[in-house]
């Protein structure tokens, strides 16, 4: 697995003939470390149209210095966000980056881990990362100290010598890519070579940054234009800063197409965050993709009347595709761990008979379910999925409608899906039991899901009252929740204290374990009929 740190640094462009002034004149700094040299060199990594650049995601193998290895570096709150880190996508200004960097050990030149690997397959979308650019760096580096002692910073001189690499310049390794015949940039050369200072906090706190402005202003260091070498040598700023930009916020008189695009933007986003765990089989990863696959899916069909028909069906086939890959192993380990909890309330003799036959039963659909998962993880089906979320963002297909005024807009959605989720109570309540009734209590729940998710995507505009009709629509999804899945483990002990040959142990616990899935979910029915009592209020007439 690769080391994980956050790198807080401020990164300064001087001339080459500038120098380095009195650091210990910082406010806060007491003593200023011999200067130690390093030579570094690093091969950069990325696909032709240059994919992680464009999204400030660098990945590198580098020699020489105390952390050599190969290096992923993303925004600090993972991929897609731009909390807290400054102006991370186009680097420039006064603000430190926040980016959270991974580490794995060297190991071989052009072959890059699979524990780095995970977390940017959702970029590549099929394409290999080969060598795109080679940086030699001198630096010198000045530890920073503190009057207790503490290491605060490193400030790092560097003189940087670049190259660009074509894209087969992998072919021999890494370590030995050669200048190919793709063109550089227009207006670059295939060498670049430049200076820069980088500050990095080691143990000091952000205040040292604006505390170190003047002194290194005033020996000619000025914010940096790019966020980092590469963005540098590839010339990037242009394409970094409109990737910055995002969505538009949504604003009360503002188009109702803006709220669309501000939630399901949050939603690619978060499924592009928990891509990599899914992956690496990280707990909770799946159950969070799925739901942002959920809330995206949702939120496409409540807006739908705004936008061409054929493109909102496309995605939401294709979402819902993915939420079904996702829900098999998901589902089979909500189960796993349900029927686990309820183990420990049998007597040891037949929770100890019934323990590894679960197991063996449960445990082997759940991982061929993940074994399907990371298949359809890495098929051009998942990878145009994501290009086609994106697409519909940079080029929403909107209608004439799509203009209409976000607040006036928003009190008819959700209007609308309260009174959808009103008429499946109704039939649920008709229905009194049986197959029938659980089937139609299941759609309460799909329905309270989604007036939830339309509730969520109009806060914008609504603010708590919106919150409000989320939450009541939440507590309704969670209780019927746990209904079915109380249907669901009922059937599925039934089913395996049918089987033959069964030892009497193991179907008597399997009868105590039906019994009581049977009682909870009367328990859950009961829970659900108060809560939506008390919903009702909060969904009667849906004026927000």
Known sequence: MASQAVEVEMKYDVGQDAEVPSLAEIP??????????????????????????????????????????????????????????????????????????????????????????????????????????????????????????????????????????????????????????????????????????????????PELFPAAEEILAAAGALPAKHGSKLAKVLALAARESGAAAGPKSPGKKGPVSDLLTAYLAEQISEILAHDPGVRLEEPEAVHDLRSATRRARSALQAYRRFYNALAVRHLGTELKWLGRVLGVPRDAEVMLDRLRGHMAELPPILASAVKDRLEDDLGASRDAAHRKLQMAMVSARYFQLLDGLEGFLDNPPVRPGAAAPARKAAVKLVAKAAKRLERAARTAKRTRRGAEHETALHQVRKDAKRLRHVAESVEPVHGKHATKIAKAARRQQQILGDFHDSVVARDLLAKLAAAPDLPEAVASAYVTLHTRQVQLAADAEAEYRKERKKSRKVFRGTVI
């Open 28 to 205: 806060g700094v007491t003593r200023v470390g011999e200067p130690h040299v390093d030579t570094l060199e690093a091969v950069y990594f990325d696909t032709q149209t240059h994919a992680l650049a464009s999204r400030d995601i660098t990945l590198r193998r580098r020699t020489g210095g105390v952390d050599a290895g190969w290096h992923l570096k993303l925004t600090a709150e993972g991929p897609g966000s731009d909390e807290e880190s400054g102006d991370a996508a186009g680097g420039s200004g006064s603000e430190p980056r926040r980016r959270r960097e991974l580490h794995a050990p060297l190991g071989q030149p052009g072959v890059v881990p699979d524990s780095l690997l995970a977390h940017v397959l959702a970029y590549l979308r099929g394409e290999d990362a080969a060598p795109v650019v080679r940086l030699k760096t001198q630096r010198t580096t000045y530890a920073l100290y503190g009057g207790d002692g503490v290491h605060l910073a490193d400030l790092a001189d560097d003189r940087v010598s670049a190259e660009l690499l074509g894209a087969a310049g992998g072919a021999g390794g890494a370590g030995d890519a050669a200048v190919g015949d793709t063109a550089a940039p227009e207006g670059e050369a295939r060498t670049r070579e430049w200076r820069e200072w980088e500050l990095e906090l080691v143990h000091g706190s």
